[in-house]
């Protein structure tokens, strides 16, 4: 989400840009406005509900509720919304995880819309005489972008459970693209930590930059371009993307990337093909699921590591009583609950379509039992700890290699819908990094994904076989989370999901704690500061639990911490006890996120 890299972006700095927005001077093609739209973290009521990072976004999605489409309509509106307001986090040039809760059935089903690597890939993909090239070198480049994911997504979701055609879905964000959104802080910020490398690439400094500016807060961010490739994806459907002059228009740029030959950075070229964009598809696929203190947690499948992660952590943690725990005590089992599922899902985790991965023991309560017998009350477990095996799962094992987690961008954006029949959906979509690759396909007014440098360059640990090495046509392992709780009658209780990379799933996991066993309202739960154990030495902590006593009782006992001014932006809807929706979003984070009903009624309560 595009307010991944405005951690520093306060009030103030808003504040001031505003003014010096007022003593720029516009480029022609843009056009000042009173103010940006109004954003609320909570609202609850009748109808239907939408939560995202962003007001039009939202309002989009209740349009499309109001005007009698369901969920996955909203969803996908929303989403394309996302594309124009969010271009450095979500767009038609990346992939996501899609998870919907069906009301008639009352089934829970997912759509892998994950991209996939060429099929010229190899292990070998990011390496370079033998050695990794530099992450950010693979991130700027032809190399790291994958198929997209996100048409098709759009289609098999329409297909499968939505009532209204995609390219009526498409016209909301087609007219936001060409009349414009208002430019924030975090926008104008995100701009300006992508500004060398937009420069450096003709169709995205002329997009994003402006006059050569950055844009101005205040002012309207128009994008015709990207209007009219949403007509086109209207009237000709998402095959022109797959098979059509959109195909080509994105092979083209993979393979040469359009650099400024002024330029002096070096941009590998790709080796995506016609066919490989022809041979995309999407799977539908069963959810993971756990049960948790009676309640069923359903979340995505491998190729994301979210589903198996969290449900392995929520099964260790559900051995203990949270709801009695001091904070401390609960932080620590959190903790620790979350070392063990990372060191697993280092070990385990890849595409199954090319690597054996042990889902259902993953997602075993005897699995769990056995990982969960290494915590102690009084001491913290070493990092990096060595993976268990779901295969054979002896309690306290502590044999196997220990590898740390590799690096994963942090950005993206997640979106949950409900609406008036009681679907839900939970939809997480992504280009990687903030900006992608920075590489916009010319004249189309989308940028690229780097999807594929979430896989490892080189093994993260050289003594084991890493399930998560490039392949052809493979999907890179994911964290995203999307995650539907449903009753013991199967019916939603809430559904949520965050950006943040690998911290999705640890942010997912204190959400659901939070609400669930401490007894926090949605939203409070959201706002709630975060801590981020990856298998890693030390823990991540926000300024609200560094600056809290909490955290001298957790190094007591051995905890190492360091500091993240920011994890995650985090979105959920939930079903209130008497049937209206609650939408929940951020308060504070990135400028805080948009949750919107259909008919407001009553105060939002837990
Ligand atoms: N590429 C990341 C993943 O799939 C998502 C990036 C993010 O969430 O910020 O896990």
Redesign the pocket.
Request: without cysteine; hydrophobic residues 15%; negative net charge.
């Given at each position: 989400m595009r307010r991944?890299a405005a951690r520093n972006v306060s009030v103030v700095a808003a504040a001031v840009a505003l003014l010096s927005a007022c003593a720029q001077a516009l480029p022609s093609s843009v056009a000042t406005t009173p103010r940006p739209p109004e954003k609320t973290p909570v609202a609850a009521g009748y109808g239907g509900a939408v939560a995202s990072v962003d007001t039009d976004a939202s309002a989009v999605g209740i349009e499309v509720l109001r005007q009698g489409g369901n969920a996955v309509d909203a969803a996908v509106a929303t989403a394309a919304a996302l594309g124009v307001t969010e271009p450095y986090s979500a767009g038609i040039g990346g992939g996501g995880y899609f998870v919907y809760y069906d009301a008639k059935s009352r089934t829970v089903q997912t759509i892998d819309g994950r991209e996939t690597a060429p099929r010229s890939a190899d292990s070998s993909l990011f390496l370079e005489g033998g050695k990794p090239i530099p992450f950010a070198d693979a991130v700027t480049s032809g190399r790291g972008v994958g198929t997209p994911g996100t048409p098709a997504t759009w289609d098999t979701a329409l297909d499968a459970w939505g009532s209204k055609s995609l390219k009526r879905l498409l016209e909301p964000a087609e007219r936001l693209a060409r009349n414009g959104f208002t430019v924030d802080a975090t926008f104008r910020s995100q701009t300006e930590a992508n500004q060398a490398r937009f420069a450096d690439f003709p169709a995205s400094a002329e997009l994003f930059l402006p006059g050569g500016q950055l844009p101005v807060v205040g002012s309207v961010f128009k994008n015709p371009d990207l209007a009219r490739t949403y007509a086109e994806l209207g009237r000709k459907g998402t095959d022109t993307l797959y098979r059509g002059d959109l195909a080509d228009d994105i092979v083209r740029t993979v393979r040469k990337p359009p650099v400024d030959p002024a330029a002096t950075r070096v941009v590998r070229s790709g080796d995506l093909t016609a066919r490989d964009l022809a041979a995309y598809r999407t799977k539908r696929q069963a959810p993971t699921k756990v049960s948790y203190r009676g309640l069923d947690v359903y979340g995505i499948a491998p190729s994301?590591s979210g589903g198996t992660s969290v449900g392995e952590a929520l099964n260790i943690l559900e051995r203990t009583d949270l709801s009695r725990a001091t904070q401390a005590g609960y932080l620590h089992r959190f903790i620790e609950a979350s070392r063990i599922a990372f060191a697993d899902r280092g070990r385990w985790l890849g595409d199954p379509a090319f690597e054996d991965v042990p889902t259902k023991g993953l997602l075993s309560q005897r699995f769990a039992d056995s990982r969960a017998c290494l915590i102690k009350d009084d001491a913290v477990l070493k990092s990096p700890l060595a993976p268990g095996d779901p295969s054979d799962p002896t309690p306290c094992a502590t044999g196997g290699t220990a590898a740390p987690t590799t690096y994963?961008?942090?950005?993206?954006t997640h979106l949950t819908a409900a609406d008036k029949w009681g679907n839900v959906v939970a939809y997480t979509l992504?280009i990687?990094s903030t900006g992608g690759s920075a590489i916009t396909v010319p004249d189309r007014g989308f940028l690229l994904n780097n999807?594929l440098t979430?896989f490892s360059f080189a093994p993260a640990n050289p003594a084991v076989h890493d399930p998560n090495l490039p392949g052809p046509g493979k999907r890179p392992r994911?964290?995203?989370s999307p995650t539907i709780v449903l009753d013991g009658h199967a019916r939603p209780v809430l559904a949520l999901g965050s950006?943040?990379?690998?911290t999705?799933i640890t942010t997912v996991l204190q959400t659901l704690t939070g609400h669930l066993d401490r007894g926090l309202p949605l939203v409070e739960a959201i706002a709630a500061p975060r801590a981020s154990q990856r298998n890693g030495a030390a823990t991540e902590l926000e300024p609200g639990l560094w600056n809290s006593p909490v955290r001298a009782q957790l190094e007591a006992i051995g905890h190492v911490f360091t500091q993240n001014p920011e994890i995650g932006a985090a979105t959920g809807v939930q079903r209130l006890p008497d049937g209206r929706w609650l939408a929940a979003a951020e308060k504070v984070r990135r400028g805080g996120g948009s949750a919107m009903v259909v008919r407001p009624a009553g105060k939002p309560g837990k």
């Open positions: 991944s994301s994963e961008g942090e950005n993206t992504t990687e999807e979430d994911s964290s995203i950006p943040g990379g690998a999705i």
